[in-house]
């Protein structure tokens, strides 16, 4: 039996947000900033970067306990580590990165020569194989940690994700993450936009929905669930299985374009990253 | 040395003898097996201090949350401004309550702060230990299952 | 490299001081892929000392979280030496030391 997958773009609309096939990318952005703005009037625009801390007081009392000495901390330093330990060849990551790795705002970004959007992550791991090293596992471990590193020494660096003009396939791949942000999936036959924008600040049986404005300025992040740092990948397919959905593969097409999507929603806001959430 | 000073020195030893009987003898709690792994609050509290009998008090400070965002990792706080010598912390429904003794020496504040594990929904007790007696706070934490947060 | 990690700042002769110590704090109930126990394995007692006096300690159970915190006062100066330790169930021991801001 086929599954009628509806979008719920459709719904989206009826709620005020301005969304047609012919706004552009920065139209967008603003509709959707301003449906969170609206909707949660308490939170100053830049606290969205905060996830559900920004619209739940009690949650954010225990994280600002957890920030008082948060675990991302030991992932930055076993990232400073690894950052700038020498390949086999004498090179490090510096060398592709310069030498704090501050480049969390430059990602992701359309690559125009091979026609893909590239992450930070991505990146990290093209810099070790050129140099003769293995790639990091893409969801957890040693990647999280270099990344926590370098999201350390980026914050404060403003989310300004561009879609040349000049490219059609940029704004291609970003329709492709808008896509798949609207439509319902699983098992559960639910939407990102089902959770995370219709009905952000709901209660799903004991957790809060967040607010998909400023979903990604702070990764990687420490989940307390997973007891360990995580990338945005990992956590897009966490989602996924949730849902009861097939996830995708981390750094595969489907899950770049929906970064590239996701953080060009945050336009605006502030990477903040790394950060520790439930 | 004559006897006034004689007497003088067994006044002053005697005095110091007396002050130490009067208060409690002090230990600094360690790790023990018979306090710590131990299912019953009330046996725990009277494997630590002695004694199990409690007094409620204002005096104490609890902070630990209403609902817990995730109960592997809940933030508590415990402070008094009594004069305190022990801080121990309890949860309820764990296997085995008392999670932590802080001893406070002279010159630290009576303050703990440290991050629990509770594996359900639990009444916490902060106790004191001061001047030779027992004080508590409670109240409740809910500890749930996310169910949607993965 | 230690597992504790120390911040201690002085403010109006109190020193706050924040430590965080790197230990999984295994509570032998969890259990291995093949059904076997995963043995407990937690720190049991810390100690933290400055000026040649112990200025805090506590024992902790196996229920206190991984990578445990602990955040306490005491009187001092910038500049004293606070040294924290602590000791495993498996007579493990770690220290570490820092200045006070």
Redesign the interface.
Known sequence: MKRIIQTTLAGAIGLGVAFSALAGPVDDQAAFQKYYESRFPNTPTEDFANGVYSILP??R???E??E?FPPYELAIENGEKLYHSKFANGKSLADCFGPEGAVRGQYPFWDKDRGMVMTMERAVNECREANGEKPYRWKKGKIADVTAYMSFNSRGQEVKVEIPTDDSRALAAYEDGKEHFYTKRGQLNFACAD?HLLTAGNL????T?SPAFGHATSWPVFR??W?SMGTLHR?FA??H??IRANPYKAQGTEYSNLEYFVTYMSNGLEFNGPAAR? | MDRRSILKIAGTISAAVAATAAFPRIV?????QKA?KNPSVEDSLNQLFGSNATTPSDDIKLKA??????G????I?VSTSMKADQIAFM?KE?P?P????????A???A????????GKTTQVTAVVSSNGKLYTASKEVKV??????? | MSSIRIKAKERNG?VDVKTLMKHNME?GLRKKKDGSKIPEHWI??VTAESGG??????????????D????????GNKGDTLKISWKD?TGKTDSAETAVK
Not at chain 2, 28 to 32: G, L, V
Not at chain 2, 65 to 70: K, R
Not at chain 3, 68 to 75: G, H, N, Q, R, S
């Open positions: 009690e949650a009392e225990q994280w306990s957890i008082e959770c799903y049986r004991a957790d929905t307390s669930k007891q956590r966490g989602c299985n949730n439930k | 600094f709690a360690a790790y023990s710590f949350p209403d609902i817990a965002e995730n592997a990792v809940v933030p706080e949860v764990n085995n008392l999670a932590i003794v802080a001893n406070i020496p010159g630290t504040e303050m703990v702060k440290t991050r629990v594990r509770m749930t299952i996310g169910g949607c947060g993965g | 109190s509570t049991t007692d006096k112990t200025v805090f300690t506590a024992a902790f159970n196996t229920s206190i979280s991984k445990p915190y602990l955040a306490f006062k005491f009187a169930n």
